[in-house]
């Protein structure tokens, strides 16, 4: 097979693997390239809906979730736990409190404010618990709440 030969199997296998990509029907060489613009059209079109979908989904579930700051300091026998939320959350305080139970904290002070935003301080005593664990159980409470809201 001479050079100009194998340059023709080569472009001739090309134009196949696109008429194939493109799911085209046509046979000659201008239709196949017409069939693959088509189709590159049609991909871009999907791309921007599929990132305007994208766009709105983040957008709505910044919308929805909550974002809070939680802090757990170690007292002598418990912790000082904090919460702030900018958004009002309604349940959240009972969520909580059920997580302060699961793990045993006994809370003997707490200040609650649920107007405009969050905000929790709480003094608990407990034994042998970790602040970390407190922590992460406060943030669960948290995130099942966002969770349990979300579908409301």
Same mark, same amino acid.
């Given at each position: 097979?001479?050079?100009?030969?194998?340059? $023709?199997? =080569?472009?001739?296998?090309? %134009?196949?693997?696109?008429?194939? =990509?493109?799911?085209?029907?046509?046979?000659?060489?201008?239709?196949?390239?017409?069939? =693959?613009?088509?189709? *590159?059209?049609? %991909?871009?079109?999907?791309?921007?809906? %599929?990132?305007?979908?994208?766009?709105?989904?983040?957008?709505?579930?910044?919308?929805?979730?909550?974002?809070?700051?939680? $802090?757990?300091?170690?007292?002598? $026998? /418990?912790? %000082? *736990? !904090?919460?702030? @939320?900018?958004? !009002?959350?309604? /349940?959240?305080?009972? @969520?909580?409190?059920?997580?302060?139970?699961?793990? /045993?904290?006994?809370?003997?002070?707490?200040?609650? @404010?649920?107007?405009?935003?969050?905000?929790?301080? =709480?003094?608990?005593?407990?034994?042998? *618990?970790?602040?970390?664990?407190? $922590?992460?159980?406060?943030?669960?409470?948290?995130?099942?709440?966002?969770? !349990?809201?979300?579908?409301?």
């Amino acid at each position: 097979m001479d050079s100009n030969e194998h340059k $023709k199997a =080569a472009l001739y296998e090309k %134009l196949e693997q696109l008429r194939s =990509a493109t799911n085209s029907t046509a046979m000659n060489t201008a239709s196949i390239v017409v069939d =693959a613009s088509r189709y *590159i059209e049609e %991909l871009k079109e999907r791309v921007e809906r %599929l990132d305007q979908d994208v766009v709105t989904l983040q957008n709505s579930n910044e919308e929805n979730s909550l974002t809070a700051q939680v $802090k757990v300091e170690s007292l002598e $026998k /418990g912790f %000082l *736990i !904090n919460v702030f @939320s900018e958004k !009002n959350c309604p /349940g959240l305080l009972v @969520s909580i409190l059920e997580a302060f139970e699961e793990l /045993g904290l006994e809370v003997l002070d707490a200040r609650v @404010s649920c107007s405009d935003n969050f905000r929790l301080e =709480a003094v608990s005593e407990a034994d042998s *618990i970790d602040a970390q664990v407190v $922590k992460q159980a406060v943030l669960q409470a948290i995130r099942n709440w966002s969770v !349990n809201n979300e579908q409301d």
